[in-house]
């Protein structure tokens, strides 16, 4: 059994509201094992992003350790940058910087650690390709579609040769048919890169379609419900709605959903 | 004629037939009326009165003065309106400390601190130049500190799951992010700066176009007082026009330069 990706043990989060602390995660202990697609749903308030912003480095966690790839995220003096390192991050909204070109946004993260701009931009148009946008180096980010403009987002995340890969509703602002064709190039480029990957999401459908395991969240405050094992073959396709086994899932899922929300 | 077309046209027929109706009312007020030209000089009187000046070695050098009154002092607000104004965006406490005191240097009307710049710099081009810089210095300061504070959560997100180091998120993130802002106050604090210089000129020293339209003044040259006067209208245009044209090429990514494009 190799290195797990991730470790959360006994991690969790208050936030103060008004002089009194509301917590948003109780303690919580998860193991993201290394290259596997893990999907955190659950209905709103159950913590979901507030886990995955901590597993990011974005918020500290209230009590607890995380380690990931290996390396405590928080130390006495700070984040780890040991930790920060193995990150990449994409968020709901692409946030793209608007004063950069494509490839200079996709290329940001290799510039802040100082590498030069020839092997930046060399890479840039690399990832581009990888995520299906090549021909749009040098566009500037409002020219985009909102689907391209996610799909940079994600090259930008990859930039850094993270080996984990975070994602936060990723494809929430994106309409439905978009969205479908989203997953299907998150699972292609997935299979490619093979980063451990932790995807927050509330549409039961992406999560049944792109997990191996489901980590279901109930509210109030957020605790794991239970973890579904997803075994469908891959590449998983548009067709295999049509699986009676996909089919129970997501049923089943939506049901403890109903039941917990 | 498309829709588009007949828009950027416009204002190329309208601009010019409104502005010759201006001159013509006037042209034919000062004819019928009667009125002497020491009250009002007729529009042709003020073009020959105008086309002497240029011909004058004096109207060049008080332009001279003026341009660079208002440029040294605009280069000085713009300095230390950026600087502060990073400062303040960055550190709220900075900006609960100073504030009174902003507040302060706008609510004093600006012209009355003339008398003592004056006493401490003499008649010469240093006092104007400070008048210049503390009309210009307010709106580049606050539109720096709006700017700053405006930078988007999503993108300071970004810099921090990148780790970037604070010089590099004021490099890559603050300073873009603040630049439409700070060409704004930039925009407001130009036209400021002229102010500053030309009324600087009025209360002392013998030197650029305020003086030049008070001298005017005292010798009843009234045509010469109109001439200074459409000049300054003149540098005023060409000044704003560089600003607004910095705007389009410092910051084409921007919604007020590509709103503009869109409906020209």
């Known amino acids: ?261 | 004629m498309t829709n588009w077309s007949r828009n950027r046209l416009l204002p190329w027929i309208t601009t010019p037939l409104l502005a010759l109706a201006l001159l013509l009312s006037w042209h034919f007020y000062v004819r019928s009326s009667g009125i002497s030209g020491f009250i009002l000089p007729s529009p042709g009187q003020v073009w020959d009165s105008y086309l002497d000046e240029l011909r004058s070695p004096a109207l060049w050098r008080h332009t001279g003065a003026t341009l660079y009154e208002t440029i040294a002092g605009f280069a000085w607000a713009t300095a230390i309106g950026l600087g502060l104004g990073v400062l303040i965006g960055r550190w709220r406490w900075l900006e609960t400390t100073l504030n009174p005191f902003i507040v302060a240097t706008q609510v004093i009307p600006k012209v009355a601190l003339v008398p003592l710049f004056v006493v401490w710099f003499g008649f010469g081009p240093a006092s104007k130049v400070l008048l210049a810089a503390t009309l210009a210095f307010f709106p580049i300061l606050s539109n720096t500190v709006l700017g700053v504070k405006s930078v988007d959560l999503g993108h300071r997100d970004v810099m921090v799951a990148l780790n970037a180091s604070r010089w590099k998120v004021f490099t890559r993130l603050e300073l873009p992010s603040a630049l439409p802002y700070l060409l704004t106050g930039m925009e407001v604090g130009v036209v400021f700066a002229i102010i500053g210089a030309v009324v600087g000129e009025f209360l002392g020293g013998n030197s650029g176009l305020g003086y030049m339209l008070i001298a005017k003044m005292n010798a009843f040259e009234t045509a010469a007082l109109f001439a200074v006067i459409v000049h300054l209208t003149i540098i005023g245009f060409v000044i704003y026009w560089l600003m607004s044209s910095a705007r389009r090429l410092m910051i084409p990514w921007h919604e007020s330069v590509l709103v503009d494009r869109a409906n020209p």
């Open chain 1, 1 to 261: 059994m190799s290195e797990p990706g991730i470790r959360l043990h006994d991690v969790s989060k208050n936030y103060d509201a008004t002089g009194q602390s509301v917590p948003a995660l109780a303690a919580t202990s998860l193991e993201v094992r290394q290259g596997e697609m893990l999907v955190l749903i659950g209905p709103s308030g159950c913590g979901k992003t507030t886990m995955l912003r901590m597993i990011g480095g974005l918020i500290p966690p209230s009590a607890g350790r995380i380690e990931v790839a290996g390396h405590p995220l928080w130390t006495s003096s700070g984040r780890n940058q040991d930790a920060v390192r193995k990150l990449g991050i994409v968020f709901q909204d692409p946030n793209l910087f608007p004063w950069l070109t494509i490839e200079d946004n996709v290329a940001l993260p290799l510039e802040i650690q100082g590498a030069p701009r020839a092997a930046r931009i060399a890479r840039a148009r690399e990832l581009l390709a990888l995520v299906g946008i090549a021909g749009f180096e040098n566009r500037r980010p409002r020219e985009l579609s909102g689907g391209m403009r996610q799909r940079a987002a994600i090259a930008r995340a990859l930039a850094g040769n993270p080996e984990i890969l975070l994602l936060d509703e990723p494809f929430g602002a994106l309409d439905a048919m978009t969205r479908e064709q989203m997953n299907i190039e998150l699972q292609r480029i997935w299979m490619e890169t093979r980063q451990t990957v932790v995807l927050v999401t509330h549409s039961i459908h992406e999560a049944v379609f792109l997990a191996d395991r489901i980590v279901l969240l109930s509210p109030r405050p957020g605790r794991i419900d239970r973890v579904i094992e997803v075994k469908s073959p891959r590449p998983r396709v548009a067709e295999i709605e049509a699986n009676p086994e996909f089919q129970s899932t997501v049923l089943g899922l939506r049901q403890r959903l109903g039941a917990i929300a």
